[in-house]
């Protein structure tokens, strides 16, 4: 099955009544196909402050009211900053094909030189539609649309635009047990005995302990890595030199009957007792500083 005709599994399944749908989704349920790619500029960029690495996702936004142009069509990188706008030319071919439904669209920074322009960045646009209305998505983007077979498609291939290829599914569920297998949390952890009177069983405890562990986490968020230039989130290719934020909480999802109200109950315990712990030492600091 070659590229062009592989179906983006995500639109295909979209609810077209939901109020989060993106405007640029189709309207029916129909399966979604790569149509081609458009190679644009992102310009602008002097005037906003969101960075972009080579081989980055980024978001593609609609701003019909832009009091500058009512085609414009905003980039913001994996952390919704604001990077700059695709270029007027194409934007101006796109945004109805967007506004009518007829196109879900896909950005992608391709790795590019050191010395390309401060004022530019090159931008690779996936273009998806429904099979039916692909020749008149052609005929709109003849100036523009490339084929997957283009050797630049080659080079934006980040890790999640890989996951549309069937070929590539592997790779990307093999990249997700890498990142579970790195994040595995084992260990028992026993209830404060003055509030929680009953023993835990050993299942009981081993998930407090992975409770109280995911609360108080400091681990990189999922498919994050520290390297020398900074962070790297291997699933999109975003660099930052600011370390993200953990991601704390979870679901707590034993099934019935395994006793998951006492275990809360012992986290809530933890908790407290760690709270009064730690005003009891700042009492005892007070003290002793008033004391001398």
Known sequence: MSYDRLPLASIGH????????????????????????????????????????????VGLVREPLNPFDSNAIKVVNTRT?????????????LAPL????????????????????????PCHIHVFSKME??????SALRS????????LFSMSESMVVKGKKKGDLDEIFKLVDDNLSKNVVNGVMEPPQDFIL???????????YWLYHRENSNELPPFWEK?????????????SDVRPEPLRGGIFADDMGLGKTLTLLSLISLDKCNDVNVNEELDEEVLCNNHF
């Open 14 to 57: 979209e609810d077209p009544d939901s109020e989060e749908s993106s405007s640029s989704m189709p309207s029916t349920q129909s399966e979604t196909y790569m149509v081609g790619f458009i190679v644009a500029n992102i310009v602008g960029i002097q005037y906003y402050s969101g960075r972009i690495s080579g081989r980055e996702m």
């Open 81 to 93: 900053d604001q990077v700059g706008h695709i270029e007027k030319k194409v934007a101006s071919v």
């Open 98 to 121: 967007i506004d009518s439904n007829l196109v879900h669209v896909e950005g992608i920074v391709p790795k590019t030189p050191k010395n390309s322009s401060p004022y530019r960045i």
């Open 133 to 138: 209305a692909f020749e008149t998505i052609k």
């Open 144 to 151: 523009f649309l490339c084929s997957p077979n283009n050797p």
């Open 198 to 208: 009953p023993d835990l069983f050993l299942h009981q405890k081993e998930g407090l």
């Open 227 to 239: 390297r020398d230039e900074g962070f790297v989130n291997v699933l999109t290719n975003y660099q």
